[in-house]
């Protein structure tokens, strides 16, 4: 590294360049040539670069030169060895902050990333001075100033979370969300994406010899998602923050995605097109619209609740779904349903599991893996006549979801200042499309079960 000395001589080096080059015009009288005025820019951007640090280990040696003089004044007034040191950084005690957990924190990438966001909240809502110090030495930036220089929310002043607190939502809500992991999930770059889909292929036709042959087409048609907003808010009281830096972080971020994945959940699956779920329109309702009933299978009389339906109904289902379909098609269901149905028959037969491709076992009814969501009807004993009780089908090639990937979490404490609370509110972009049902006579990737009537 070059001293102050060494960087002084350069710069009065390229000022006597410099000055070398302008004389040398003007003593000639004649312009610069192309090679002397780009010399003489190079130069000048040198010059600064060099003034620049100069400037600086000039300051840092003032600096010092204080340091050095507060020194000994202190020493002249009190002994070095009668006077308490001060810690540095890296001497810090082991116990001077909460010790980093050793467990996988679920939702975070790494137990480090879930303290690192509780100890953000608590430095920057609570103004805990250790936090504050931690993430300084941590993060190499001031929680507070980072909170500043983030985006806002213009009506409350709310400061943007930091990124491991955001990412251990999308985490969740990933893992929780049953729809999201069936579905065939599309990006959305912008407001809305088109998608075209196959609805006719071509037909072969038996000819004679000296036959015309007859034409056929490929039709297709498209379906569109658009990128819906959505949002949701949690409140949190600052003692939480107070009493632990990762369970409040872990609180949130559980909190958080639960809601936005039951949300997705019922969107999918119950969607009626009103504003409660933002013109979409789900599964069950859009299965059982008259346009669609190829895909409905119906129970025998008066089998209108769980523990009615038996092994036919559920095999009736099975012959209604198209044989394109049948490869990675899946069940799903209630909790109520599995447990009154499904378990009730494969305990009946033996019991049934089905090994995954990671060698772990789940539940199975026929060959068919069971996906279990509360957002399907989910009472043991509800009458379910003329209701779509259960669903079987390939999702992937009969619900399209379109997700913007854009999460954004906002911290706020003045909404609920007088409630010592700090809220958190987040807003997501998603739509779900339920194009795979059929049409009034024959059924699509995805068939359902109605109740029977007496």
């Known amino acids: 590294m070059n001293t102050l000395q060494e960087l002084r001589d350069k710069r009065a080096a ?4 410099k000055d070398g080059i302008v004389a040398a015009c003007e003593s000639e009288e004649r312009e610069r040539t192309i090679e002397e005025t780009e010399r003489i820019d190079a130069i000048l951007e040198e010059f600064a670069q060099l003034s620049e640090q100069i400037e600086r280990l000039e300051a840092e ?9 507060l020194d000994e004044a202190i020493e002249r007034v009190v002994p070095a060895k009668t006077r308490p040191s001060i810690p540095k950084p890296g001497d810090r005690k082991p116990d001077a902050f909460p010790a980093l957990p050793e467990t996988q924190v679920r939702g975070f990438d790494s137990p480090r990333h879930a303290y690192t966001a509780g100890m953000w909240l608590r430095a920057t809502f609570n103004g805990d001075q250790r936090a504050r110090e931690w993430y300084k030495m941590n993060e190499g930036e ?35 969300g049953v729809m999201r992991q069936l579905a065939r999930v599309y990006q959305l770059t912008g407001d809305s994406l088109t998608i075209p ?4 292929g071509f037909t072969a036709y038996a000819v004679g010899e000296s036959d015309e042959i007859t034409t056929s087409d490929l039709t297709t048609d498209q379906i569109t998602l658009y990128a819906r907003k959505w949002a949701a808010m949690c409140y949190v009281a600052t003692e939480l923050l107070d009493d632990a ?14 809601c936005f994945a039951a949300k997705e959940d019922a969107c999918a699956i119950d969607g009626d097109g009103t504003s409660t779920y933002h013109g979409i329109y789900g599964l069950r309702p859009k299965l059982i619209a008259g346009s669609r009933v190829g895909g409905v299978a119906a129970k025998t ?3 209108d609740t ?6 036919a109904d559920l095999t009736t289902v099975m012959a209604t779904l198209p044989q394109y379909a049948q490869s990675g098609a899946k069940w799903l269901c209630s909790p109520a349903c599995f447990a009154a149905t499904f378990s009730y028959l494969g305990a009946s037969a033996g019991g049934q599991t089905i090994r995954d491709f ?10 068919y893996p069971i996906v279990i969501s509360a957002a399907m009807p989910n009472g043991a004993a509800t009458d379910y006549s003329n209701v779509i009780m259960l669903l079987l089908g390939n999702f992937q090639q009969g619900l399209a979801m379109g997700d913007k990937r854009q999460f954004r979490l906002i911290a706020d404490r003045s909404l609920r200042l007088a409630y010592d609370q700090v809220a958190f509110q987040a807003t997501t972009r998603y739509d779900f499309n339920a194009h795979g049902l059929g049409d009034s006579s024959s059924a699509g990737p995805i068939v359902g079960l109605v109740g029977g009537t007496a």
Do not use: Q, W
């Open 142 to 176: 001031d929680p507070k100033i980072a909170a500043a220089m983030g985006e806002t929310s213009p009506s409350s002043g709310g400061v943007l979370v930091p990124t491991p607190l955001s990412s251990a939502i999308i985490n969740l809500r990933n893992e929780y």
């Open 301 to 303: 009389a008066a089998h």
């Open 306 to 311: 769980f523990g009615e339906v038996d092994a």
């Open 61 to 69: 040696g003032v600096r010092l030169a204080k340091c050095a003089e």
């Open 14 to 17: 390229l000022k006597e360049e």
């Open 197 to 200: 889909r196959r609805s006719a």
């Open 245 to 258: 830096v990762i369970d409040v972080a872990s609180l949130v971020a559980d909190e958080l995605a639960h």
């Open 358 to 367: 990671g060698g772990a076992f789940g539940p199975a009814y026929l060959g």
